[in-house]
Structure formats: structure tokens, C-alpha cells
Nanobody
């Protein structure tokens, strides 16, 4: 069993930055892919980024150059640094653990409860 707890969300003005953190407990962090997804009101959950255990990454096109995913395997932590935030980035951001490098939500087995990010227009 894996438990994931996100933190770091909040309200930030357009153009600002936030760093989200996800703490993983349990035995499954090692070797697994960590992903970030987001879901805005009335919209489907969408892929943001993933990072493999060895550091391979991928990003959704709209996040490339603005968001950076990283992980600290010794501390079972994964981060999402978000810069140049836009109102359209407003969403609940979820951390997830999966078995493969997937951009699809159904490729991830364990999910956190989410953290709200709000960028007023």
C-alpha cells in the first residue's frame, strides 16, 4: 500500500511561482514512476508531468518550459516547480504512483488527495 500526500498549493498571482511537494509512504516508491495530474472544475483530469525512478521526464506541451518535475528518492519526495503561472493553471493538482512511464491517468495506481492551485485572472 502506498500513501501520497500533496502540499504546497495556494493562491498565486499570474506570473508567479509555486512548488508542490508529494510525500510518499509505504514500500512502493522505489522503482516507480511518479506523476502529476491536474483537474479543473468541469474538466477531465489531465497529465502534467512524470518522472521515472532514474530521472527520465515528460511534460504536457502546455507545461514545457514552465514546470519542472523532480524527485528525491532518499526522502520519498517528488516536486513540481511551477513558474510563470497562468489563470488556466488553476486546478486541483494530484500526485500519483505508477508502474510505467505513462501520460494517462489509468496508468497510475495510487493517488493523493490533491492540492488546490488558484491563479486569479
Amino acid at each position: 500500500q502506498v500513501q501520497l500526500v500533496e502540499s504546497g498549493g495556494g493562491l498565486v498571482q499570474a506570473g508567479g511561482s509555486l512548488r508542490l511537494s508529494c510525500a510518499a509512504s509505504g514500500s512502493a516508491f522505489r522503482g516507480f514512476v511518479m506523476g502529476w495530474f491536474r483537474q479543473a472544475p468541469g474538466k477531465e483530469r489531465e497529465f502534467v508531468a512524470y518522472i521515472s525512478y532514474t530521472g527520465a521526464t515528460d511534460y504536457a506541451d502546455s507545461m514545457k518550459g514552465r514546470f519542472t518535475i523532480s524527485r528525491d528518492n532518499a526522502k520519498n519526495l517528488v516536486y513540481l516547480q511551477m513558474n510563470s503561472l497562468k489563470p488556466e493553471d488553476t486546478a486541483v493538482y494530484y500526485c500519483a504512483v505508477g508502474y510505467s512511464q505513462s501520460t494517462r491517468a489509468n496508468g497510475y495506481r495510487y493517488w493523493g488527495q490533491g492540492t488546490q492551485v488558484t491563479v486569479p485572472s
